[in-house]
């Protein structure tokens, strides 16, 4: 067996080897960014800040960023408004297969992406719909809403369905309950799973490479074209940009909501 | 203030038969509680009054109005739930408002009550602050003040000190009775805690498996039970069974076994029937002398003796081979009946305890 004070060390160790895996390509991108060479290199040789200047040269990126924020801002919002219905049935409500359902809610998880959005294409074309921004948003949410289900599913586990009944007997409707007390409780759920949906919608290809023509395409689209295209560490630099806000953004969120603790799961 | 009448009710969920046909009248002001253990389908009943559960036979009538069509925010009811189920994410004020708002006060008039009624639990100066900023007595007091401020007809409770710690039970509970006099309302709570049962109703029901097995004020109920299985319930209780026998004098006694021979006060009875016998602990006097004037008088050995602090549990085994609980008070700088050196009772000590045939209850 191992001694208390050594299994410590060795668990501090592993975890501490895994944390350097998973955030050494994010350090990686940030140096790059910042060299000064031509190409993307490691370990940089000379400091400059050409890259940033040279995002713009990145083709449509500012309306295809634009196009991103709006589909990711429509697809979660959505998204969590059908959440909010799906994990209250499911939490709260007598239901068969409960088990089985839930499943099927979060299957996009676990399907591959690209057989999602093949699926996706076929339908809308079946539809007469594709290739349109709304087609875009309904994508997006198939993709997404396993996410906001999750975390409120877990807010609503851990309300307190006596603050409900407390606010009915003191003359609340039904309607009023979940207005004022219901839905403050869900707030963390509500907020992490929006984010959540929303950061997943937003850099999102391999969905919306199949449902994107023309004047319709996303940031990630644009990204990667360029990539495919040119060498140099433009790319880093864009990618810099978009994980300081986003690391900015969940820091906030946690603060004040402590998301985190939700999308794990208690 | 209003009459509340629980009519037979009848809940089953499933093959299991919660309530058994339960029947409770509560008097306008009136302070009833319902002591069972739990699982006895007590806050069943109380879920049923508030609404959200429907019974399935019977009514439940408020000043002689069925309320059991009524969806729970119509039925204008106090609740006072066992976690106090405050708004998180509401300061006390916005708690009490609550209902007000939800009734469609006035903001002025909204403003007065809920400083009326602060003042009433004496919280005033806590009013904006979140219920995660309090102790458990002062969330108990804002649970309360939220119940009361919306004038309900009948105000309901649920276990509504048994989150508080031994000390300030004692204190809410003198709090409590001088709010719910204060107040006059009619008060319903449930509870397991039978001290907190007897102290602080007018009237105390008993509710064992699905029924009400018997409802008196608390003294009455106490001191004399109708029913062997609320005595036994109701604080400890020396329990023994005997068969009744009339001397030359037609005096009744019980003959238990053992040899044991009790005399008993109670007419009327069956000379050969059989009966069970309760004693309360407290009812015995314990002495190191016998003494011939009193009837009932037994010698035993002290077995075991727990210190309870106002009093101790004697356990005495007497010579018909019983083992009789017996409380023992110290008088104060009086005779310690010779049983107690320096204040602790010897075990092993020979004594003597009695006890008066009044104090016998007899059960079928």
Request: aromatic share 8%; proline share 4%; glycine share 8%.
């Amino acid at each position: 067996m191992f001694e208390d004070k050594s299994f410590r060390v060795v668990v501090n160790i592993a975890g501490w080897l895994a944390m350097v895996f998973l955030v050494f390509p994010v350090i990686l991108t940030v140096v790059v960014s910042f060299n000064g060479s031509q190409f993307i290199e490691f370990p940089p040789t000379s400091f400059s800040l050409d890259w940033y200047a040279n995002i713009s040269s990145i083709h449509r990126i500012g309306s295809a960023t634009l196009i991103s924020l709006g589909i990711g801002l429509m697809a979660a919002g959505l998204a969590t408004v059908f959440a909010i219905g799906a994990a209250l049935v499911l939490v709260r409500y007598p239901l068969p297969a409960k088990p089985v359902l839930t499943a099927f809610l979060l299957s996009p998880v676990t399907l591959p992406t690209v057989a999602i959005g093949i699926a996706l294409i076929q339908f809308f074309i079946m539809l007469d719909v594709a290739f349109t921004w709304y087609s875009l948003v309904f994508g997006h949410i198939v993709l997404i809403v396993a996410y906001p289900i999750r975390t409120i599913i877990a807010s609503l586990t851990l309300s307190d369905t006596s603050l409900e009944e407390a606010a009915s007997s003191l003359g609340a409707g039904r309607l009023t309950v979940f207005r004022t007390i219901t839905l403050p409780q869900l707030r963390p759920g509500l907020i992490s799973g929006f984010l959540f949906a929303f950061l997943i919608s937003f850099d999102n290809y391999p969905i919306s490479i199949f449902l994107v023509r023309g004047e319709l395409t996303t940031m990630p689209i644009e990204v990667f074209n360029y990539i495919s295209q040119n060498l140099d560490p433009t790319p880093a630099a864009f990618s810099t940009l978009y994980i300081v806000i986003v690391s900015i953004v969940i820091m906030l969120a946690e603060r004040r909501y402590g998301i985190i603790s939700l999308a794990v799961g208690k | 203030m209003a009459r509340l009448e629980i009519d037979s009710i009848r809940l089953a969920i499933g093959e299991n038969e919660i309530l058994k046909g339960v029947s409770l009248d509560i008097a306008e002001g009136e302070c009833v509680s319902i002591l069972g253990p739990s699982g006895c389908g007590k806050t069943t009943t109380l879920r049923a009054i508030a609404g959200f559960t429907t019974p399935h036979a019977g009514d439940i009538r408020i000043d002689e109005r069925s309320i059991l069509e009524l969806p729970p925010h119509k039925r204008n009811l106090g609740l006072v739930f066992q976690d106090y189920a405050l708004f998180p994410h509401m300061t006390v004020t916005e708690n009490i408002a609550y209902g007000l708002v939800m009734r469609k006060a006035s903001k002025v008039d909204i403003r007065q009550r809920v400083d009326q009624i602060l003042e009433l639990v004496q919280l005033s100066d806590l009013e904006n602050r979140f219920p995660s900023e309090m102790s458990g007595g002062q969330r108990q007091r804002v649970a309360l003040a939220r119940a009361l401020v919306i004038h309900p007809d009948v105000l309901l409770l649920d276990e509504p000190l048994g989150a508080l710690d031994r000390k300030l039970r004692d204190q809410m509970q003198v709090e409590f009775r001088r709010i719910q006099h204060e107040v006059g309302i009619t008060t319903i709570f449930v509870t397991h805690d039978q001290e907190e049962a007897l102290s602080l109703s007018d009237r105390v029901a008993v509710m064992l498996d699905g029924q009400i097995q018997e409802i008196g004020a608390p003294e009455t109920l106490y001191q004399s039970p109708i029913s062997h299985d609320v005595m036994t319930f109701l604080g400890a209780s020396n329990v023994l069974t005997g068969v009744i026998a009339y001397d030359e004098n037609s005096n009744a006694k019980v003959e238990c076994d053992g040899g044991l021979v009790l005399k008993v006060n109670t007419t009327g009875l069956k000379n050969g029937e059989r009966k069970r016998l309760g004693i309360r602990p407290e009812n015995f006097t314990i002495s190191s002398t016998i003494d011939t004037q009193v009837p009932n008088s037994f010698n035993g050995t002290i077995e075991e003796c727990i210190y309870k602090g106002a009093y101790a549990d004697v356990y005495v085994r007497i010579n018909s081979g019983h083992l009789i609980n017996v409380h023992y008070k110290k008088q104060h700088g009086g005779n310690d009946h010779g049983i107690a050196k320096s204040g602790t009772v010897v075990i092993g000590s020979n004594i003597f305890i009695s006890v008066h045939p009044e104090n016998i209850l007899m059960f079928t």
